[in-house]
Structures are given as structure tokens and as C-alpha cells.
């Protein structure tokens, strides 16, 4: 699969087809974009990764949680590694999340939220031939997220996307899964609804996040008073076999569901 293969990706706002375009820079360089076919909106091929958000990034409450945010983006793995102590360790406590994944060999695998991309190496090592597919809203996430697959040699597509409005065509994945900030998502709904949409049908889909007891201790370093409600509510009824566990030592919780075959 090819970053930019059209056949594979749409327009995140009007799910649009996207053709592949191309245009002069500066100096003399060629800019490779993708223009939706419906809207007209341009996304930009940023080296290694396709640019969706065209400049916006994660909605902060406040100056101090964009700080905060921002530095933990820049630390993101040994804060990371500090947090998940609490919950056991950082491979326990993934591969509590990533048992739930139905994975079989030659899957197409879809991350959204990708942070720093440490699912794809557990994830490699569980199944042979994997295709991975990363989108994050902060570009700081690609960053690490690179860094670390070519460390790993590992190949991912990267996508600088929010998980509310994936740029995939309908029902594409056969395993699609979130683990780490849906709990802070501006609407959950819609991109619960994205990873359905974008799932094979027959598809698992798993959820994971910091459950309330997870959510006080994150307030804590983030200074913030967000409650948490996992997000079980807003799985359509049409979904089967939706359930939710706690995890990480009762930090956190599990969201999983089957997307039915069609009839
Ligand atoms: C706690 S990290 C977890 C990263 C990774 N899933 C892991 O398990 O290591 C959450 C990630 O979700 C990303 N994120 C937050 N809101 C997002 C959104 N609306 N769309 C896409 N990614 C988002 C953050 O930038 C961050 O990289």
C-alpha cells in the first residue's frame, strides 16, 4: 500500500475521492498534494506522512493545559512509561489492551491515536504480515512515531488526522482499534461512528482509556477536572456483543464490540 493510494483514502470532512496533484515550490521543488474531488480541499504530503488537518491540532481549555499537553507530547515516552507504573507497567498494561484485538496474519491494522507508535511493535510481534495505519492529531506523535519505526524497522502509513474525521473509505480495516484519549475527544460519538465505518464488517473494534480512577490521577499532573465516562453508551445497538472491562489495575477500562456481517 502506497501513502498516498487513492483508492484507499477520502476526504476526512465530505468523504469525497481524492486525486493526486502536484505544484511548484519556491525553489524549485515539486509539492506532491491530494485534492478532494468534492470540496476542493488541498492536503499536503509532509515527507513521511499525509497532512489532514491543514494547520488545527488538539482543542486545549486553557493555556495551561496547552503547556502541559504540549510538553507531554515532547516527553511522551518516559511520561508515559512513568504513568503506566501505576497500572502494572507499559507492557503489561498494552498488552492487556491489544489481547482484546481479534488479529490474524496479512490484517489491516488501524490505530487512531497512534502517540508514539509502540502498539505497531507489540502488534508485529503477534501476527505475521501486518499492514499498519497510524493517524494522530499532533504532528509531535508522527515524529516520535517515525523515529521509532525506523528504529524497529517496522513500515506504518502516517496520517496528521483527527480520529473524528478519518480520511479512509468505508469498511477498509480489518482491525481497527484506540487506546489512550477518547476520554478527552470533543465527540466521542462521531469518532466511535468513524471507526465503524471504516471497519470491515465482521470486525472487532476495541476502545481503551483511563477509567475514573485512571482520570483523577491525570488531573492531577494535568491540573484539569475532567470526568470520565466511558464511552459505552454511544455504541450503536446495532453493534453486538458490546462489553466493557476494567483494566491497568482499575485505572482503566476496555470498550469491545463486533461490527455485524452484512445479510
Ligand atoms: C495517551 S496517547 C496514546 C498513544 C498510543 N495509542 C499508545 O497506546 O501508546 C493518546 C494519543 O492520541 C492522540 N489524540 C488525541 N486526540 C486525538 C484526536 N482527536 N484524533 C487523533 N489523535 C488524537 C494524542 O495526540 C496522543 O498521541
Request: contains cysteine.
Amino acid at each position: 500500500m502506497k501513502l498516498t493510494d487513492t483508492n484507499f483514502l477520502c476526504c476526512p470532512e465530505c468523504k469525497a475521492n481524492l486525486s493526486v496533484s502536484q505544484q511548484n515550490g519556491t525553489n524549485g521543488d515539486i509539492k506532491r498534494f491530494l485534492v478532494c474531488n468534492g470540496c476542493k480541499k488541498e492536503y499536503f504530503i509532509d515527507g513521511y506522512y499525509i497532512d489532514f488537518m491543514g494547520g488545527r491540532t488538539l482543542a486545549y481549555k486553557g493555556e495551561w493545559e496547552k503547556f502541559i499537553r504540549s510538553f507531554y507530547a515532547k516527553i511522551y515516552t518516559p511520561a508515559t512509561n512513568f504513568m503506566f507504573l501505576f497500572c502494572g507497567g507499559v507492557k503489561t498494561a498494552k498488552k492487556e489492551v491489544l489481547s482484546h484485538l481479534d488479529l490474524k496474519d496479512n490484517s489491516l491494522v488501524l490505530e487512531t491515536g497512534i502517540g508514539a507508535a509502540e502498539n505497531f511493535y507489540y502488534l508485529n510481534k503477534a501476527a505475521r504480515n501486518l499492514s499498519f495505519f497510524g493517524i494522530d492529531i499532533q504532528k509531535q506523535m508522527l515524529i516520535h512515531s517515525a523515529r521509532n519505526l525506523k528504529k524497529w524497522n517496522l513500515q506504518a502509513e502516517l496520517f496528521l488526522a483527527d480520529a473524528e474525521e478519518l480520511p479512509f473509505k468505508d469498511e477498509m480495516f480489518d482491525v481497527v482499534f484506540h487506546l489512550g484519549s477518547i476520554n478527552l475527544f470533543i465527540n466521542k460519538e462521531k469518532a466511535i461512528n468513524e471507526m465503524i465505518r471504516v471497519a470491515k464488517p465482521g470486525t472487532k473494534i476495541v476502545i481503551a482509556d483511563e477509567s475514573e480512577k485512571g482520570g483523577k490521577l491525570m488531573n492531577l499532573f494535568t491540573g484539569s477536572n475532567d470526568v470520565v465516562i466511558p464511552p459505552l453508551d454511544l455504541i450503536p445497538k446495532e453493534m453486538l456483543n458490546a462489553k466493557i472491562e476494567t483494566i491497568w489495575n482499575g485505572y482503566g477500562y476496555v470498550i469491545e464490540f463486533w461490527k455485524p456481517l452484512k445479510k
